[in-house]
């Protein structure tokens, strides 16, 4: 059947969005009809149900479908924001907007921050295993993103449209074929090329985007900017984080450091190869100031490897020999740092500037120069990741290898830990008496002061260190980078805090003043500008003491170590650990950075995109380019205030109050007697381990109890199982007993705080966005599976009283029924709840056979099933 022609002239939206829905739909269902008769058939009529002898077709089936809308909910979101960018509005969250809507008193601040260059944003790409598709399989959705695109022009004849419909077609047939599920664990080689792929496939091409958008804003609003471009740069833990995961060795944080050298690299040059052809301006035609045919000529003279041959080659053509001598020398290796390779592109870009080529510096150089200011020689800062017991036990047998080491963390311990890091020699260490994980970490810290003494010292990031519970063990680190031969001065290794649980938050400030306390210390861990980098941990925090507590808790303890590290002359840096779902630190990126705390922003800001959150804002080259420029706007925007926030001692009290209520009644569930063997049979968490979504395990060091499984895979298994508690248990009872204490005046209390704070708006509205995925009825038949049901009852009971208050609780703050603020996202669960629910009761039924019987047939089945429900709820968690 022919397709039907593009309507001519502008489609409204709502047109749009059906022809998108219609042409996936329709090559779908092809598909199934092809692949899946009998599926398909169903489908048509209306069967409620799955047949359990089709269960892989069904759910290869709907988990297809789920990632199509995801697609198609990304093209229709561009799309938009194009469509109101030709009507000239700016964007919702852009430079444009941020610049525009600065108060006038903020403004000189916003100036400063632009011309000083000190707006800074670091997203930070991780492998953390909260993303279940293969490499494979995310290509094949970048093509379909990809086709959907071309649909928007409408210069398509009937037979072409009919082409890209075929084409939509075989790529869905193509994802049927391929499967989605990973038979091995991801090796950490492969997860590094999975950090890269999206490099290669959007970043590098959405920096000049996200350049020329700011450029444009800044010079629409303020004039010509004194920088032409702000500051994005990349890290990444692909390979140098450790912490539970052994198989990362130094020799693996050599290769992630080799493979993203050879990736950005290899980009430069295609870069330059589509670049060189199109500089064929002659020298007869037009004359080159001689200041910049001298510089032009220089650069072939000192970059080409063979000069005469290359000046030859494309006579009185002196752009195209120095393009091409600048692609020589890079190709050869022979750039020692990108300073020389920035210079040589700068001095083209001025050269094409200098005989009126302005279109063609802009177009075809300053790109290439953005990326190479962005990207360097490495691609991102590859940032090391440890836990603190490891160091631990390092230093201990270091000082055992060299006399006899004190016990760990007592007072000699302290005292020794004080002395040495501070004296100016240390005895030399043989790494040939350390054991296995002493001489892995020492090699480490070998490896980073070998980069950092390199021609790219950037190319290794900090060292953050996990678990940080003490000064202490952010002097060990510093010692033992001094036996590493870092030095006794000031180390160019950066040891980074890492504050996770609700206690080590709390102690955060008290530990920093301890730490700066260290001459050596404050001289390593602050920069030459007195910034000081600390990492915020939401998953560990969520763990320990529920959402609500962790959000206060967080917001807290950024408040008070900024005016801890104050006396010291030093600015926080925050990194926000941040992950995809709601209980790991998940929140629409605007409205997480608008909510803040005031003052602990200063252009500044890292944090951490990982999993699927990668894939769903980095895929594609236009959606890529707009988070990005929501991230940095953000923090533009919201780093004009004061330099500290002005305390409201009222906000303060009722979410503090909230915060110790929420959590007492969180740690209440978790506490139960039966709460843990409920938590391992009413959810997969136990069989997660046979989704081979990441290269680590899923418990730190091999224990099995709540306090060691990773934050992960416990949000993961409460995801699946539809009860997500981490993301809102305790909310209901912590209002309940508010409203109880506090009678009549606290409920004027919580309308001025849901007014006039906007944390706190931002966890109401993430309450409720979680309550609208809970389904209980659903939850019931996981907690079918608990054998004591003694146990299963009381503890499922415990749940399903305070999922009642909690929808309460939300309704009356925000005076309207469960899920009406959020109707888009309301449309969206409904739309998927047939498929999801009949994915919930395949996974009931196969975790009772594969428990039973283990079966490899049925194995796979559930893993299906995993797949299929993080697909249809978006992340996995």
Known sequence: MRAVAEPKGQESPDTYAQDVYRRLRGAWLKVLHRRAPQVAQSLSGGEAGWDEARYSDHLQASTIWFHLQQIMEENLAIRTSRLSEQEGAPGEDGFLRALTDCPEDQRATMVSLLAEGRLSVGPTITAHPTEAKRVSVMEIHRRIYRTLVLFETMRWSPREIERLEETLEMEIDLLWLTGELRMERPSLESEVDWGLQFYRTSLFDAIPRLFERYHDAVTEVLGPPTRDHCCIRFHSWIGGDRDGNPNVTAGVTRMALDRSHEMIVEKYLQALDRVIPRLSISEKIVAVPRAHRDALAGIVETRSTDPDRCAARNPNEIFRQAATAIRQCLAAGDYRDVSAFLADLRSVEAALESVGAVQMARQLVRPLRWQAATFGFRAHTLDIRQNSDVVTRTLEAVWNALDAAPEPLSADWSARLRREVGQAGLKALDRGK?????????????????????????????????????????????????????????????????????????????????????????????????????????????????????????????????????????????????????????????????????????????????????????????????????????????????????????????????????????????????????????????????????????????????????????????????????????????????????????????????????????????????????????????????????????????????????????????????????????????????????????????????????????????????NCISAGLGWTG
């Not at 920093?512 to 861990?525: F, K, Q």
Request: hydrophobic letters at 45%; one cysteine or more; proline letters at 4%.
């Open 434 to 866: 350390l054991g296995d994980e002493a001489a892995e970490l020492m090699a480490l810290l070998h490896l980073i002061r070998e980069v950092h003494d390199g021609p790219d010292p950037e190319a290794i990031g900090p060292f953050i260190l996990s678990m940080t519970r003490s000064a202490d063990d952010l002097l060990a680190v510093l010692l033992l980078a001094r036996y590493a031969g870092f030095g006794a001065e000031r180390l160019s290794l950066k040891v980074v805090p890492l504050f996770e649980t609700i206690e080590d938050l709390r102690a955060a400030p008290a530990i920093l003043r301890d730490v700066l306390s260290i001459p050596l210390a404050a001289r390593s861990m602050k920069d030459r500008t007195g910034r000081l980098e600390i990492m915020l941990g939401y998953s560990d925090s969520n763990k320990d003491g529920g959402f609500l507590c962790s959000s206060w808790s967080l917001d807290r303890a950024q408040r008070a170590i900024t005016r801890a590290i104050a006396a010291f002359g030093a600015r926080p840096v925050f990194f926000h650990g941040r992950g995809g779902s709601v209980s790991r630190g998940g929140a629409p990126t605007a409205r997480a950075i608008a909510a803040q705390p005031r003052g602990t922003l200063t252009g500044t800001l890292r944090l951490t995109e990982q999993g699927e959150v990668v894939t769903a804002k980095y895929a594609n080259t236009g959606t890529a380019a707009a988070q990005l420029e929501l991230l940095a706007s953000s923090v533009l925007r919201h780093s004009t205030g004061p330099a500290f926030e002005t305390v409201d001692p009222e906000a303060d009290d009722v979410m503090e109050t909230l915060s110790s209520l929420s959590q007492t009644t969180y740690q209440t569930l978790l506490r139960h007697p039966g709460f843990l063997s409920y938590f391992n049979e009413a959810s997969p968490v136990n069989e997660l381990a046979l989704l081979k979504i990441g290269s680590r395990p899923a418990r730190r060091f091999g224990a099995a109890s709540l306090s060691d499984l990773r934050a992960i895979p416990r949000v993961f298994a409460w995801t699946q199982n539809r009860q997500m508690i981490s993301s809102w248990y305790g909310f209901g009872q912590a209002l309940q007993d508010f409203r109880a204490i506090r009678g009549p005046e606290g409920e004027g209390a919580l309308s001025r705080v849901m007014q006039d704070l906007p944390l706190f708006r931002l966890c109401v509205d993430e309450v409720e966005k979680s309550l609208m995925l809970v389904r209980l009825d659903v939850a019931e038949l996981y907690a079918g599976l608990v054998e004591d049901r003694a146990a299963a009852e009381a503890v499922f009971g415990l749940i399903r009283a305070e999922h009642r208050r909690s929808v309460e609780a939300i309704e009356s703050l925000t005076g309207t029924p469960l899920g009406s603020r959020f109707r888009n996202a309301a449309a969206r669960i409904a739309q998927h709840d047939s498929a999801l629910r009949s994915a919930h009761e395949a996974q009931v039924r196969l975790l009772q056979r594969v428990r039973a019987e283990d079966g490899n047939r049925h194995r796979i089945q559930l893993m299906q099933t995993m």
